[in-house]
């Protein structure tokens, strides 16, 4: 449950704010494997999906008052049997999806797409509190796409003192967190390796 309500501070007491609760949003789906010669798990049960918010997790405390967008931050919830899952109580707030695997499966497995209405989740992001998004495809995969390369200095000398940066042309997704963006630092020869 969770209640918002806007109200207009001008130096004076304001008192009678109400604040009716209502029902989080859902979000629901099945998540998939796109198999290029990973062994794919029998119990996925122990994989997990979640909402995570943007900008990460944290709150503060004044007395008995708490802040921060911990107060709208969800736990994981294990998948089914048959890979399906349910999130309940989206609060009013920004995620983006995410899967929690077993150290077994997470160096083999990674998230690839969370698409749900033609749109992919983990880039256009969910916006709480009042959203019921049902059939969303979460797909797990085990190919990789790799950068390779070296950095050298217009004399032709190896460059290791810097980073290698590989990001979206999309601006949304120049944010903390965004599977669009990554870096690298060059090796002591100024080779570099970019892994998604």
């Known amino acids: 449950l969770y209640a918002v309500a806007e109200i207009d501070i001008r130096g004076q007491d304001v008192k009678g704010v109400a604040l009716p609760l209502q029902m989080g949003g859902t979000v629901s789906g099945k998540v998939v494997f796109d198999q290029a010669k990973a062994y794919i798990p029998d119990d996925l ?9 943007l ?4 709150s503060a405390a004044s007395g ?3 802040v921060g967008p911990a107060i709208n931050s ?10 399906t899952f349910e999130i309940k109580g989206v609060g009013p ?6 899967c929690q695997l077993p150290a077994e499966y997470g160096t083999v497995w990674k998230l690839r797409s969370a698409i749900a209405d033609g749109r992919d989740l983990i880039d256009t992001q ?3 509190p ?15 796409t790799q950068v390779t390369g070296s950095v050298r200095t217009a004399s032709g000398q190896a460059a290791a003192d810097c980073y290698v940066v590989a990001f979206s042309t999309d601006r949304s997704n120049w944010r903390i967190g965004s599977r669009r963006n990554t870096t690298a630092r060059p090796a002591t020869d100024g080779s570099y390796e970019l892994a998604d």
């Open 74 to 83: 969800m736990p994981p919830v294990n998948l089914n049997a048959d890979g």
């Open 126 to 128: 969910i916006q709480g």
């Open 130 to 144: 009042n959203v019921t998004l049902r059939g969303v495809t979460v797909t797990l995969t085990d190919k990789r």
């Open 55 to 58: 900008g990460g997790s944290w």
């Open 45 to 53: 049960t122990e994989i997990r999906c979640s909402v995570a918010q």
């Open 64 to 66: 008995s008052t708490r």
């Open 93 to 98: 707030s920004r995620y983006t999806i995410s």
